[in-house]
Each structure stands twice: as structure tokens, then as C-alpha cells.
T-cell receptor, first 115, second 112 residues
Framework: ETGVTQSPTHLIKTRGQQVTLRCSSQ?????VSWYQQALGQGPQFIFQ???????GRGNFPPRFSGLQFPNYSSELNVNALELDDSALYLC??????????????FGPGTRLTVL | GENVEQHPSTLSVQEGDSAVIKCTYS??????FPWYKQELGKRPQLIID?????GEKKDQRIAVTLNKTAKHFSLHITETQPEDSAVYFC???????????FGTGTKLQVIP
């Protein structure tokens, strides 16, 4: 596998709650990207962190935020959960950040269900 | 921003035949085009990629072509096998915008 891990594997929350998803990047990779994949759709880019700084963002509202730590771990936080936030959340690590074209290695994802 | 369209959405081929998936992109600044294979319940896995300074790249049964003028790129799988059955995604990375845009996916079914 890729060496990228995510936790938890599944999560159920109710509308309005907050959630934190975690990712552990491949050792030595300074970049982590987060994606939202709704059922039957392609992954949607949320944002990327490079050396603990946000390095690019997709069309997601500010209630989606992130953190990256020096030990190659990172978090995706979502506040005020909405039903449409139900999706598979994927993280991907790479050596360098955008605009480099380094290969991204995906984690197995966290399946979030919002009721 | 970038917009990536992918066709077809589903594709059925007989084992041993070829499969072709096509994508178009809108941002002329896009410079990197990876293709991912995603099996049911699993993570996307990179199968091949191409950069904007190259027109074609091949890796065994898989090839990708890029036409920068027309802003389209294609995935070609020859001698398909049942284990090629999966959803395939194209993606485009823009050098101008700091983001990666995926296509909507093609569900490939290889019939034994």
C-alpha cells in the first residue's frame, strides 16, 4: 500500500456538529492534500498544506479548515456539519506542494455520514 | 477555474479488446494530467500520468495521449483483462491555480 493512513474509517455525526478527521502522510512527504468524494463522483479538491501552511484551496467554505503538524500528520476539521457533507474524505501526500507535479499517494479514506 | 469533462461515464468491453477514455480541460495553464484507478471501496491509485511537455506516454498495456492545442487527453488500455474493471478518473493540475481538478469518472467493465 501507499503508507498513508487515515482515521477513523467510518464516522456518523448529526447536522450542526463538528468533526475532525486525521491523516498520517508517508514519511518524508511535506505535502498533504484533502479531497471530498461524494458517492458516484470524482474527488473534489478541498485544500493542500505544505510545510504547515495552506498552499491552495478549492471551492469549499471556511468551515472546512485544516492543520498540518511537523510529524507528517494532519487534520481536516469541518464545523456546522450539513447533510451534503456526507462523503468519503481522502487525504493524499506528496513530496512537494503545488505547483510541482509530484505523485500523490492516497489514504484509504474516512466515510462520513451526517444525519 | 479549471473544468474537466470525462467521457464515457460507463464502458463495457470484451476481454482482450481495447478501451479508450477521453477527458477535456479548460485551463490552458494546466500542466500535469494523472489518471487514477479506483476499485470499489478502495483508494484511488495512480496508473499513469503525463506532463504538458510530452505528447504520449506508454506503460505496458496502458498509454496516455495529450493534445494541448485541443485541450484533451485520453487513456488507452489494450488487451483488457477482468481485473481492469474499476472506475477510472482523469485529473488536471493547473500551474496557474493551486488546485487539482478531477473528472467525473468512467466505470469500466471488462466482460470475460
Amino acid at each position: 500500500e501507499t503508507g498513508v493512513t487515515q482515521s477513523p474509517t467510518h464516522l456518523i455525526k448529526t447536522r450542526g456538529q463538528q468533526v475532525t478527521l486525521r491523516c498520517s502522510s508517508q514519511s518524508g512527504h511535506n505535502t498533504v492534500s484533502w479531497y471530498q468524494q461524494a458517492l458516484g463522483q470524482g474527488p473534489q479538491f478541498i485544500f493542500q498544506y505544505y510545510r504547515e501552511e495552506e498552499n491552495g484551496r478549492g471551492n469549499f467554505p471556511p468551515r472546512f479548515s485544516g492543520l498540518q503538524f511537523p510529524n507528517y500528520s494532519s487534520e481536516l476539521n469541518v464545523n456546522a456539519l450539513e447533510l451534503d457533507d456526507s462523503a468519503l474524505y481522502l487525504c493524499a501526500s506528496s513530496l512537494r506542494g503545488l505547483p510541482s507535479t509530484d505523485t500523490q499517494y492516497f489514504g484509504p479514506g474516512t466515510r462520513l455520514t451526517v444525519l | 477555474g479549471e473544468n474537466v469533462e470525462q467521457h464515457p461515464s460507463t464502458l463495457s468491453v470484451q476481454e482482450g479488446d481495447s478501451a479508450v477514455i477521453k477527458c477535456t480541460y479548460s485551463d490552458s495553464a494546466s500542466n500535469y494530467f494523472p489518471w487514477y484507478k479506483q476499485e470499489l471501496g478502495k483508494r484511488p491509485q495512480l496508473i499513469i500520468d503525463i506532463r504538458s511537455n510530452v505528447g504520449e506516454k506508454k506503460d505496458q498495456r496502458i498509454a496516455v495521449t495529450l493534445n494541448k492545442t485541443a485541450k484533451h487527453f485520453s487513456l488507452h488500455i489494450t488487451e483488457t483483462q477482468p481485473e481492469d474493471s474499476a472506475v477510472y478518473f482523469c485529473a488536471a493540475q493547473s500551474g496557474g491555480y493551486q488546485k487539482v481538478t478531477f473528472g467525473t469518472g468512467t466505470k469500466l467493465q471488462v466482460i470475460p
